[in-house]
């Protein structure tokens, strides 16, 4: 019964990998950048959804949207002022300008409100259940079905809207997209924009149950970054279900053998399909 | 004949020798432990990043995992000195023998991936072992190994341990040996055959393969000499802290420490990490020493009743920790997004 | 050019800041986690050892030592001046503030360092060149052992703390009638946490169990899910742990959202006694027991207690607990030893520490005493225990401190 209880577990942070991971893929597929400092983003919006519940008493998932639209702001912002002069960079360049954002964002929110951790003890998906035999706890599993709703979301933005569609185009040729009349600087922005808010919403999902510190973007979204890499960067649908088989392969593979090690099945599951399918699953290029 | 491969003419060898002579007597104007630790540390790293750029730069293969090979070094070193008493002194070969192994087998799969995708298996093969050294006993888990004092009885007695209670400057110019070797291996190999070839693999690696170069021989070769004075500083770096564990020698903070100081200073360049080190090595070590700490020590909060901005005056009490990582990582920040060939760039001047 | 001017410009600079140190002062190099995981417990252990310092530099009417004096009067009413840094955790970092606080600050003594992973490197350097190090708040067995001249711990080890837990689970067990047979331990996987993993390995069969499940993981840590997983598994009788703050919360919860109900959680050092704990958890930290060395009901013990932790609480805005306190109880006694000292020169300070003899009534400490043994630690130092019951933390044991009974066996998470 308790592998059962595993593999539910998985799925429901997979779930929300799945939603990290996404907006990852998301810009690399507009842009050919991987962004270090998506788990960043996702930590800021933990930070917010904090102070507006210590603040002002709201709760996380009534702060999701506002999280959302200040992480949107936040990606454009960071598109125009960073992301946009790093077109023409080399990969190195691009990687280092996110990895800088990276430590810069660990180290503001180390400086102005130190490192210790905080918590949102009690909310509306507080408490738990169990369906035969199966434990759920309810704000994970909420953040497990918001993750998924959101992906869902998201993926029905990118096929099934013009601007969706636009945004694909700018993607797949950003020259011809032009000639069509595609604004392409719109939609790298839109992107970065659309990545942030969608990691931000995970984070709002997240900060009901786990602890808010600087560094909880970095260890917790590192999976995600393995995710994107197995499901192949730039597909979008690739990296929900690299999400999937990360929380799967983490949660299993730690309780097979000793919880220290999972982390070594996700890194060892990326290298396995890389060396046979060297730009991962469903990778462009 | 390129002109990589003539003779350097005397000016450009003035310079160097005059960085140098005055690093040589440097110890002798900063008599204080502190000062000299500052430059011993910045020379382990401008080693250490040129070493990197041997792969990052001629090479152009940008491994973000190379705290691996540091840790291999330091961790042999370790473990032999406390349970043999053999310094490294006699331990380097067994250390290079681990660090050329690891490199082969580590090399043969990752090099045939591409782009990021390169990036991240080095970084994610560096964290699985870092995790298999958190988690092994043998070499202290979590806690590491701490090297004994020793006492030595006279200075033949005290190289032999490499311990050195009263001065520091034996650590320093052993630090300075490995800066200047490390510079004339970066050197040669670029102005070599070698170099050539690792031109050809850097800038059009398809192109070479189909002119039957074996690019994966010259890439390992490339990166079996990174790895070797990366190791050796991780050797040294244990002997001079006398504290090994995973998190201050095979983790992903020392990786890009390690990259970032050549990527600074101007990848592919000869003194880029050099320049890199000497710049960020003092300037978050007296950051960290002087500020850091002064702004940490703030004003105790108290936690008035409600309001956002009470929670965030309370909470921002006693802040201002870590602001030498704040600068570093606007640093890294503008660097990427002005002058991604690094501060050398400016000068427009690839020696 | 560039290089050789900056590194001539530091070289002066230093040299000018040196001979700014030599007044009649007396210099204490202080390190601590001001940023980092545990950052709010060593801000919290910073304002303790502060507060020391002020009182004794001050004149206070307060029933202790030094209080109504100023300075240390046996070397003139010299003022004692810290010299504070922030070593975040990273051990490495120790080792080289302490090479600086003693070289270039010229510190009379070092006190630090909260983690003992930072404690160990730190006072390394401390024995090298004869200056002392004294602890109050590094409880790994592992820095004593070592037998230093220079090192001196006024807290109690990690083995103290083990012996604690069992005794009291041996007790416990035998009063309210369950048995006992199984034991979990799950660590943070450093100098610390893994000394109470080493020290349980040594006793649990002494103290009737028969099975032990030992789970690490490293720290700052994201998700404890697969971890929890496997000591549900398991299914041990009682845990210890031995969390830092962010990481014991994320624990808590997870035993509770996978319904992991031990019969008893026993906690090692400081997270589960943070004010911060109960804030966070609410009703789910109830039950808990915590080993700690102060506690409210130590203010009818302990004559000081009372004005200092009201002292504390009106510079930190929370009240005293057991980091800041021990760090307190540290610093009167590095105080006595420089009253006692026959000159401030590093050998007859450290002769002063080996004679100290101070009486637990002197402290806020619960210890019946300060006196060092030859390793340098402190043989009358003891802690108790407390449990959460209705948010507030409760002295339960050992029974001459008691103020309320304990709850054994805990009930499960979703009938409190």
Redesign the interface.
Known sequence: M?YA??VV?GLI?GLVFALVAMGLSLIYGVMNIVNFAHGELMMLAMYLCYFLWAGFGLDPLVSAPVAAAAMFALGVLIYRLVARHLLESSMVAQMFATFGMLVFFQALV?FFW??????I??NWSTG?F?VGGL?F?G??LVAGLGALATAVALFWFINRTETGLALQAAAEDPQVARLLGVNTDRMYALAWGLSAATVGVAGALLAT???I?P??GA??ALPAFVAVAIGGFGSITGAFWGGIVIGLV??VG??LT???Y?LLFVYALYLLIVLVRPHGIMGKR | MSAAALPASRAALAIPAA?IA?LAI?PW??T????Q???IMALLFATMGTAWNILGGLAGQVSFGHALYFGIGAYTAAYCYKHFALSALVTWPVALVISTAAAVVIGLPTFRLRGHYFVLASVFIMQAVY?VV??WAALG????I?LP?YKAKDWIDAAWHLQF?DSKLPFYYAALALFVAALAAFEWIRSSRLGLLLTAVREEEDAARSLGVDTMRYKLVALVISAAFTTLCGMFYAHY???V?P??TTSLVVSIEIAFVAIFGGIGTLWGPT?GA?VII?MT??L??YV??RI??GM????QDGGALAYLK?YAA?GG??IDILIYGLIIILIARFQPRGVLGFFRRLD | MR??L???A??VA??CG?ALAQSNEIRIGIMLP????????G?DT??GVKLAYDIINGSFDIPLPFAKTQGIPSKGGAKIRLI???H?G????G???A??MI??DKVHLLQGAFHS?VA??AS?VA??YGIPFVTGTSESA?LTERGFKTFFSVTPTSNDIARDFFTFLAEISKEKGVPLKSLGVIH????W??SLAQASEQLYKQYGFEKLSM????S????????V??L??DNPDVLLQASF???A??AV?SY????FTPKAILAMGASFATP?FI????K?ADYAFSHTKFDSALIQKRKAAGEVNRMYE????RPLWDAPARAFTASLVIADALQRAKSLAPEDIIQALRETNIDGADTISPYKGVRFNEKGQNVLANGLLTQIQGGQHYAVWPKEIAVREAVFPAPA??KR
Do not use: C
């Open positions: 308790i209880q595993v577990d942070v180390n130190k490192a210790d951790a905080r918590t003890p009690d738990h169990s434990f706890n704000p994970e149950y786990l602890a510190y560094l909880v260890n917790w983490q949660t730690g309780f000793s919880p220290s999972k | 960085l005055v440097y104007l900063a204080l432990p502190f000062p630790h500052i430059v995790i958190a988690n888990a979590g806690i590491g701490e004092v209670r802290v006398l504290y564990e998190v201050s320049l000497f003092p070590e007296l960290r020493a850091s700490g940490a020590l105790a909060g108290t936690l309370y006693g920790g870590q | 290089r050789t900056k590194l001539a530091a070289a230093f040299a040196t001001t940023s980092g995981p545990a950052a709010k417990s801000q910073l304002e504070i840094e922030d975040g990273r051990p490495e970092r080792a080289a503030i090479e600086r070289t270039q992973a160990a490197p390394q024995e090298k592992a943070v996987n450093d100098n946490g893994s789970i690490s993981y490293s700052p840590v994201a998700d404890l899910r697969s971890e997983l496997r549900k598994a703050d962010a990481d919360i994320l919860r509770q959202a996978l319904a911060d804030k966070a958890m609410g789910n009106q510079r930190a805005g998470w979703d």
